[in-house]
């Protein structure tokens, strides 16, 4: 499968989605057709590839979740994102597509607080439990001391 | 490090058996750093695994955005402290595709030189370590171990002639290298190479033809292809489930088109097969440097000569995604610009850390002895997954 | 004065034995060594020869840590129980003809069950430690020394038959015109058998699976420290070395060699540590085997073999109508 014929099944399937770009393809779309989409890249586009998941923090354009995946076989190479929105931190979860996700998404929810709906088991998973804030936002001040290191 | 309730412990069905929870680590002898599985055991049988990592969380992903792009490609290297020298060169090429820079041709041949003899030493700890961890720091796995620990010295040695530093180099810069070699240095680094190439076939007979090392990986651990391809898991783990995924084949980047070299593939799935794809990366690596050694073009080693200040790298507004076949696996710079110095955002993608969320899926259903049979065999480095 | 003999006697067999079993790690550190590529001990005193004591110096200096949740009496007494046993197999052995403590004549069945004894310390030491490494390490002990007891003393039943008699000095005499090592076919089988079921029986690697310090750290032993740490050390060396004694006994005929006959110890001594070198051979070459599949090797393989082999014996002597070679 070519990114040009990946371009047209993805207009015909997510009319909201755009894309941009060439290897990796940027695709964005909607915060509540992202677990969709990525169904719909796994089964249609055969990206079976789970390369990561993480979030960007732009301050007041709030957060925009991206996640990258593969058709390794035809070289499909897709960088998949969604804007949460200004204060939203929740986001459909991808670990029902792929197991992979599991981690990532506790790592993304552990730096940025972000909720993943229908993640089977949301904790912190490099910081303790007891950590305050999520550092990776920009607001997280950094010249401050932090609980519980205080 | 969250020990909070685990709700995705894998569990098999409750046989009404006592059951037992032990931890191992983060303190245990094969931990590979610092990593705590919490097991559920009946008698020997693992049944249920609960895993907490971040012991080594350093704030890479935040540090990055602190430093400069002529800064952090040495501070790069700390992430995966065992192959220090493919993480720099994922952040390098993140920041050269964003920003548009060309890299000479012999720049790239010496990446590839670099990367080659990384993934050779890599191994060799692997290998040691792995054989440490099923055949005792007393016994016959210590025995491994301090031969493969006798070649990795000479490839650091090629490393600190080459660098100046032994662990983690600073070698890879924006536009290029650093370094060009030393005089004498390509004939020290072929005699090397001759001589790896020879051991390796020793540890392998060693190894191959000694029954207990059979009995205790074949059939052990086994991830199948499906499992491998819905985890994300990379490297010489998805190739030993019979993927066919190696990023110098897939997507050739720095001149790898250049070289002639096989992917290993092995269909089992089980630990042995991911030691044969191994032992074969071993060889083709050591392939690879000879062609560098014998095609190493002239010219200059850098696009940025003398990168010493922050001017001399200009990254605009963009983002990028470049990855590298790492000796783990597919280690990822995610690099957001925003025309400034320094990064706007970095996310790293370890390949331990993918590789390491295999565990759950596979450990349940094991001996306890294999726990650490199978943990040595995806090879996980802890700076790498905790970053 | 003749009250004194059997004091004096156990007294210096049982300091010889603490100083061969104190040099013999040395002898296998610097063996292993030699296999690693490495020197091994050289610092202390002319090619590291003084630091078996250096170690025994820093052992006995150490501070003795107690966990506070151990079963004190059980944790405290377990290296003695352990000790004891491991000493008293040197009770029966005759160094050289009329030179032992006691020539019992059940030498090898006194042997044998003393030795097997070992496995009550070290449940001991593994149940009161408290600690959960230290007691999945004791259940593999039992598991595993009752396993491999029996093709050991089935092993070492074959060279009994072939010299008919119990009593080690008569085994040994035995063997005066043919070693039992060089005893067609079945003298041969039963030494490999030996060896290997000596390898499992005192828990060497590759079959250190209570040990195991990759996966239960040290296993029995991970609670104590200092001397009682020491005392185990030497109570395993002692077995070991008492078991390489019996081999050498056994099979390759005691203290016969050529020379003058009060180098007979001397040979006995050398012919032990050839045995001690095989089994720590062994040991620094394989990687260590998962505990189920060593128990099907004892039950499937090693057991059902060495009974067969002791048939084949009983078979030989019975045919050619007198014991002995």
């Keep these: 499968m070519t990114s040009d014929q990946a371009r047209t099944l993805i207009a015909e399937r997510f009319p909201g989605a755009q894309t941009a770009g060439d290897a990796p393809m940027a695709v964005t779309v909607p915060v509540d057709a992202w677990a969709r989409f990525a169904r719909f890249a796994k089964e249609t586009l055969g990206c079976w590839f789970f390369s990561f998941l993480t979030a960007v923090d732009w301050k007041d354009e709030g957060l925009e979740v991206v996640a990258k995946i593969d058709n390794v076989d035809e070289r499909l190479s897709l960088l998949v994102k969604a804007r949460l929105g200004p204060g939203a931190s929740a986001c459909p979860s991808l670990s029902g597509v792929y197991r992979g996700a599991i981690w990532m998404e506790r790592e993304c929810y552990d730096m940025f607080g972000i909720r993943f709906e229908g993640h089977p088991d949301l904790r912190r998973i490099l910081l303790g439990d007891d950590w305050e804030g999520y550092p990776l936002l920009k607001s997280y001040p950094m010249d401050a001391p932090h609980p519980p290191f205080r | 490090m969250s020990t909070a309730a685990p709700a995705t412990r894998v569990d098999l069905e409750y046989t009404g058996s006592e059951r037992l929870t032990m931890n191992m680590g983060p303190q245990h002898p094969s931990a590979h750093g610092v990593f705590r599985a919490i097991l559920t055991l009946e008698g020997e049988q693992v049944v249920g695994i609960d895993t907490v990592i971040g012991y080594l969380h350093r704030c890479h992903e935040k540090l990055a955005e602190t430093l400069t792009y002529a800064q952090y490609p040495s501070i790069a290297s700390k992430t995966d402290y065992v192959a220090a020298m493919t993480s720099e060169f994922a952040y390098v090429r993140a ?207 850098s696009s940025r000569p003398g990168l010493k200040s922050v001017a001399q790298v200009r990254i605009p507004k963009g983002e990028a995604y470049a990855r590298v076949e790492g000796a783990r696996g597919e280690v990822g710079c995610y690099l957001v610009a925003d025309g400034s110095a320094k990064p706007y955002r970095m996310k790293w993608r370890g390949a331990s850390f993918s590789n390491l969320a295999i565990l759950p899926h596979v450990i349940p259903g094991h001996k306890v002895a294999d726990v650490v049979a199978i943990m040595g065999s995806v090879d996980p480095v802890f700076g790498e997954v905790d970053r | 004065m003749e009250w004194l003999t059997p004091l004096v006697a156990p007294f210096i067999v049982l300091n010889a034995i603490i100083g061969i079993v104190t040099y013999v790690t040395l002898l296998e550190r610097k063996f292993a060594a030699r296999m690693q590529s490495r020197v091994g001990p050289y610092r202390v005193g002319p090619h590291g020869l003084l630091q078996p004591i250096a170690d025994a110096i820093k052992l006995m200096m150490k501070e003795d840590v107690v966990p506070t949740a151990v079963d004190r009496p059980v944790y405290n007494l377990a290296p003695i129980v352990f000790l004891v046993p491991c000493m008293l197999i040197f009770a029966t052995i005759p160094f050289a003809p009329g030179l032992g403590v006691a020539d019992l004549n059940i030498g090898i069945l006194f042997f044998l069950a003393v030795s097997a004894m070992e496995i009550v310390g070290l449940f001991m030491a593994g149940w009161g430690s408290n600690n959960k490494y230290a007691l999945l390490s004791a259940m593999r002990a039992v598991n595993q020394v009752i396993s491999y007891d029996l093709p050991f003393i089935f092993s070492a039943l074959v060279p009994v038959l072939l010299a008919g008699s119990l009593r080690l000095s008569d085994i040994a005499a035995a063997q005066a015109g043919l070693w039992f090592v060089f005893y067609p076919v079945v003298g041969q089988l039963a030494f490999i058998a030996f060896i290997v079921s000596t390898v499992a029986a005192e828990n060497r690697a590759p079959f250190d699976i209570l040990e195991a310090e990759s996966e239960l750290v040290a296993g029995f032993r991970v609670e104590y420290s200092g001397m009682k740490f020491a005392i185990i050390q030497l109570a395993e060396y002692a077995h070991v070395v008492g078991a390489s004694f019996l081999g050498a006994l056994l099979f390759l005929g005691a203290w016969a060699g050529p020379g003058p006959e009060w180098l007979g110890p001397g040979w006995f001594l050398l012919k032990a540590m050839f045995v001690f070198l095989l089994v720590t051979w062994v040991r620094w070459s394989f990687v260590r085997i998962r505990v189920d599949q060593i128990l099907a090797l004892s039950w499937k393989v090693l057991l059902p073999a060495t009974l067969v082999l002791l048939i084949a014996a009983a078979i030989v002597v019975v045919w050619r109508g007198t014991p002995g070679v």
């Design chain 2, 95 to 301: 920041a050269e595709t964003i920003g548009k820079i060309e890299v000479p041709k012999r720049g790239q041949y010496l990446r590839v030189l670099a990367a080659e003899l990384q993934r050779v030493a890599s191994h060799l700890l692997w290998l040691g370590t792995w054989c440490l961890d099923m055949g005792g720091a007393l016994g016959g796995g210590a025995t491994i171990f301090l031969y493969c620990i006798r070649e990795r010295e000479l490839i650091l040695d090629l490393f600190e002639s080459l660098v100046g530093a032994r662990l983690l180099y600073g070698f890879y810069q924006v536009g290029g290298v650093r370094y060009d070699l030393p005089p004498l240095w390509a004939d020290t680094c072929r005699r090397t190479v001759d001589l790896i190439d020879q051991r390796i076939g020793e540890y392998e007979r060693m190894l191959e033809d000694n029954p207990f090392f059979l009995a205790r990986t074949q059939g052990v651990g086994v991830v199948s292809r499906e499992l491998a391809q819905e985890v994300g898991i990379s490297g010489p783990l998805v190739r030993g489930s019979g993927v066919a995924y190696d990023l110098r084949r897939t997507e050739p980047y720095s001149s790898y088109e250049d070289f002639d070299f096989r992917v290993p593939v092995e269909p089992g799935g089980d630990c042995f097969a991911r030691y044969r794809v191994r032992m074969v990366e071993f060889r083709e690596s050591l392939r690879i440097v000879r062609q560098v050694l014998d095609g190493l073009p002239e010219g200059p080693i």
